[in-house]
């Protein structure tokens, strides 16, 4: 599977690499096409179909897919701003193979069945939109109709993933050659509705410039799969090293959660280093983690003396009401020597840096790992614009960490320019808790020193929401560590889901 995600400038540079011998902008117009109504057709039965063209290359592609359909006998309408005479370029060579009628867009009224395939806008466009087109999309919102958007529904930024109020919500999205942040990025990963990636003759080698350094989509493939879902039999719990959590004194939960989390995903040992007053709190949790007390927060250092204590997570359950301590065990994990030791930030380990940023980017560096949601990531990276991709890379590159930028669509970015979307997940991953969850895998699995920190947290992002979906509707955040050995199950076995129908 190609995991690749381009931008809009690296994809109009992928179709200007490819054009050579056979291969022109209007080949690639006309596989578009071809593709778009093959899909159609795998997909739906024979029936109506309004294409709705614009006056550029998507609505190039648009006409391609009516002259392709009408040819299998498919019921077609073509609607388009512009007069025939009006159309230029390859728009005007397309329309040429619809040798039919074209309803100019003021005079359409969308059908009340059948499937209407959007081609009015696709991933250049740049304004507004307004007039006919504008009231055109604000009805096909309400329409009963199929919507099959071609490349991405009208409106949607396909660099950003933002969408115009007017953007309808598509059933199908055909792209070409790979996907564009914006079929990844919320909100419009969901507007795309189911999104096929249809082959227009661009060779993968046009890829190759851009190296380590391309966004991806988040997935197994890229190399953590074995590493993350096996141990060894030779290995012993050291092998697999040693988390120190910073347990929290009022909300026990979070890091009770963290820290168990933790020992799913692999970790040999994890440590919860708590007030003495909750120490029953964390041994109820589980007996398989170890409690030592620390009555004053601002010694907690003395609980990663042994060098094989090897990964430190602090912020869940932390409290905000010791802000001089909680700082100190910051600054105090943070300034290690041993080269070997990580530091995962989460939660309240960022929220007490809010009126102290650049203090708190000079601690960071590649041993640290930083998994804020976007509240979080406001407060600590308050000046950062741009899309999501480009606000945790920029995070990134600022402060020498890895960024885990959290949410449906959680972006993890590395210094060094590398980047991930995930795309695994579920809604009912929006309830308390599972953060906590999430950081005390990313801990776990660093801890366990057989994937980099930017793969450790890309396969914990990634293992994260696929527990969701096996956990299913009802899921708090609790039963998100006990579905990890079915996620590492599924991983070891190449991710084949168990059949669990039974024969009548």
């Known amino acids: 599977m190609s995991t690749e ?23 690639m117009m006309q596989k578009a096409g071809k593709a778009v109504a093959e899909s159609i057709r795998e997909r739906y039965e024979k029936q ?43 728009t005007a060579r397309a329309a040429d193979e619809w040798n039919d009628d074209i309803i100019p867009l003021d005079e359409l009224r969308l059908p009340e069945d059948g499937i209407v ?72 990963r969901l507007a795309c509705g189911e999104i096929v990636v249809a082959d227009i003759g661009i060779p993968d080698e046009v890829l190759k410039p851009y190296g380590k350094t391309i966004l991806k989509e ?19 719990k050291y092998h697999h090293g040693h988390v120190v959590v910073l347990g929290g004194r ?7 959660l963290a820290s168990m989390a933790a020992l799913r995903v692999g970790a040999g040992l994890v440590t919860v280093a708590a007030h003495p007053d909750t120490l029953t709190s964390y041994r109820l949790a589980s007996p398989s983690l170890m409690i030592e007390p620390s009555v004053e927060m601002a010694r907690f250092k003395e609980h990663y003396k042994d060098p094989r204590r090897n990964v430190i997570l602090i912020g869940p359950g932390a409290g905000l009401d010791h802000a001089a301590a909680l700082k100190k065990v910051v600054f105090d994990a943070t300034a290690v020597s041993d080269p070997q030791r990580l530091c995962v930030l989460d939660a309240d380990a960022l929220s007490i840096f809010e009126d102290d940023v650049k203090t708190f980017y000079k601690t960071l560096g590649k041993h640290c790992i930083l998994t804020p949601h976007e ?19 920029a995070a990134a590159a600022k402060t020498g960490a890895i960024i885990v930028l959290k949410g449906a669509d959680t972006v993890v970015a590395a210094p060094d320019g590398r980047a991930v979307v995930n795309t695994t997940g579920s809604g009912w991953l929006a309830t308390a808790g599972t953060g906590d969850v999430l950081a005390g895998m990313v801990a776990g699995l660093a801890a366990r020193r057989v994937l980099t920190p930017f793969e450790a947290a890309c396969a914990a992002v990634w293992m994260h929401g696929k527990a969701s979906e096996l956990a299913g ?19 070891a076995d190449d991710g084949e889901e168990e059949d669990s129908s039974t024969d009548e």
């Open 117 to 188: 395939v959007d081609a009015i806008f696709g991933t250049g466009l740049e304004r507004e939109i307004t007039g006919d087109a504008q009231e055109i999309l604000f009805s096909l919102q309400h329409s009963p109709c199929t919507i099959v958007a071609i490349d991405v529904p009208s409106g949607l930024n396909a660099d950003t993933g933002e969408c115009q109020p007017c953007t309808p919500q598509a059933d199908l999205t055909i792209t070409f050659f790979r996907k564009k942040i914006g079929h990844v990025l919320m909100p419009g």
């Open 375 to 393: 509240g979080e990531f406001e407060r600590i990276f308050p000046n950062f614009h741009g899309s999501k991709v480009e606000r945790a890379a």
């Open 218 to 236: 988040n997935d197994p493939s890229h190399g953590w799969q074995e590493d993350a879902s096996t141990k060894a039999l030779w290995t012993h």
């Open 473 to 491: 509707p009802g899921m708090i955040s609790e039963d998100l560590a006990s579905e990890i050995p079915s996620v590492l199950k599924f991983l």
């Open 5 to 27: 995600i381009l931008s809009v400038k690296q994809m109009k540079q992928a179709e200007s690499d490819a054009i050579g011998g056979k291969v022109t902008l209007y080949s």
């Open 48 to 90: 109506p179909v309004l294409v709705i063209c614009g006056a550029g290359n998507n609505g190039g592609d648009g006409f391609i897919v009516a002259a392709e359909l009408k040819k299998k006998k498919w019921d077609v309408t073509v609607s388009c701003k512009l007069e025939r005479q009006e159309l230029d370029g390859l």
């Open 250 to 256: 009022v909300m026990t939960g979070a890091s009770a």
